[in-house]
């Protein structure tokens, strides 16, 4: 061994686990197929076409940007793909073609490859896509279809409903859970994500912190601010309706944007809750979710920076 060498520290992390960052992204995938299966049975074979070509977009578009800059191929490390599937999740069912091409083309250009690719990015890329969708083609990202195999049910999400004012009397809890209401194609089948959650907390691949927090926030602001006043809210609604589920557990609670330290991850979990809240009620949009996690996104280094660990072996300043 090279005495020369014994001072010299390698960029950190310094704790080691077996998991790797390809193992995790694609259990992560896996995790995500219920949901998924929910809302092709839901929606219909339209759903499943989104989902393949916003990956398959993806998936190109990553290999065809390292190909041109020389760069480590890395396509099979299951970041891409998870992106095309959380952006497709996104998404209503019968959005025309080139919308999730052009969301995950956009996704990984711009929300992941130019920052340096996976691990650099400050914004979770497919937010980026679907905000980018969103604000270039309202027209489609804002057309809802009705549930392929239930009669009966409208076309618009509950949070639309709410929000113009019209009657949610008939969608009951056990209909939001099953995913029996109009809605983006992977944020519709609760019980899917859920299951899907589970697996990930029970693995250690996500911790409780942010999404637990984070739905909180949202079940306890929306009953404080009811329709018909102070603490007349429907908690259990706002925690089911829109993409709250899907975000909360795979979104926020994404390694390279959120906080690294556990009260960093409060901290964000609960700006997230707020943020959302404030758009549903009284925001332009029916729902906040994707701005409210990319808004965390852009505070997260502040927060590290004023919640990190103390330095082992310091003593704390005294007043």
């Given at each position: 061994m090279d005495n020369n060498n014994l001072l010299i520290v390698s960029v950190s992390p310094h704790l080691h686990k077996k998991d790797s960052v390809t193992l995790i992204m694609w259990m992560v995938v896996l995790e995500l197929i219920p949901a998924g299966v929910g809302g092709v049975i839901i929606f219909g074979m339209p759903a499943l076409l989104?989902?393949?070509?916003?990956?398959?977009?993806?998936?190109?578009?990553?290999?065809?940007?390292?190909?041109?800059?020389?760069?480590?191929?890395?396509?099979?490390?299951?970041?891409?793909?998870?992106?095309?599937?959380?952006?497709?999740?996104?998404?209503?069912?019968?959005?025309?073609?080139?919308?999730?091409?052009?969301?995950?083309?956009?996704?990984?250009?711009?929300?992941?490859?130019?920052?340096?690719?996976?691990?650099?990015?400050?914004?979770?890329?497919?937010?980026?896509g679907r905000v980018f969708?969103?604000?270039?083609?309202?027209?489609?990202?804002?057309?809802?279809?009705?549930?392929?195999?239930?009669?009966?049910?409208?076309?618009?999400?509950?949070?639309?409903?709410?929000?113009?004012?019209?009657?949610?009397?008939?969608?009951s809890y056990m209909d939001l859970f099953l995913g029996k209401r109009g809605g983006c194609i992977g944020e519709v089948c609760i019980v899917g994500l859920l299951v899907g959650a589970i697996f990930l907390l029970a693995k250690g691949y996500i911790s409780w912190h942010i999404p637990l927090i984070y739905v909180a926030v949202v079940g306890v602001f929306g009953f404080v601010f009811g329709a018909n006043g102070f603490f007349t809210g429907d908690w259990l609604f706002q925690i089911l309706s829109g993409g709250l589920i899907l975000g909360a557990f795979f979104m926020a609670t994404d390694y390279v944007t959120s906080p690294l330290t556990r009260k960093g991850q409060v901290v964000f979990a609960v700006g997230c809750g707020l943020i959302t809240v404030v758009i549903r009620f009284w925001g332009g949009y029916p729902e906040g979710v994707s701005y409210a996690i990319l808004m965390m996104n852009a505070a997260t280094p502040l927060i590290d920076r004023f919640t990190r660990n103390r330095i082992y072996g310091t003593k704390l300043r005294k007043s």
């Open positions: 989104v989902i393949l070509l916003s990956v398959v977009a993806a998936l190109v578009t990553e290999l065809v940007i390292q190909l041109l800059l020389k760069k480590k191929i890395t396509v099979f490390d299951g970041s891409a793909c998870l992106t095309g599937i959380l952006l497709a999740y996104n998404l209503p069912p019968n959005v025309p073609f080139w919308i999730p091409v052009m969301g995950a083309i956009f996704s990984i250009l711009i929300g992941k490859q130019v920052f340096g690719g996976l691990g650099q990015n400050i914004f979770n890329p497919a937010l980026v969708l969103m604000a270039s083609w309202p027209k489609y990202m804002t057309s809802f279809t009705k549930p392929f195999n239930f009669d009966g049910v409208t076309s618009a999400t509950p949070l639309m409903l709410l929000k113009e004012g019209l009657s949610i009397d008939k969608i």
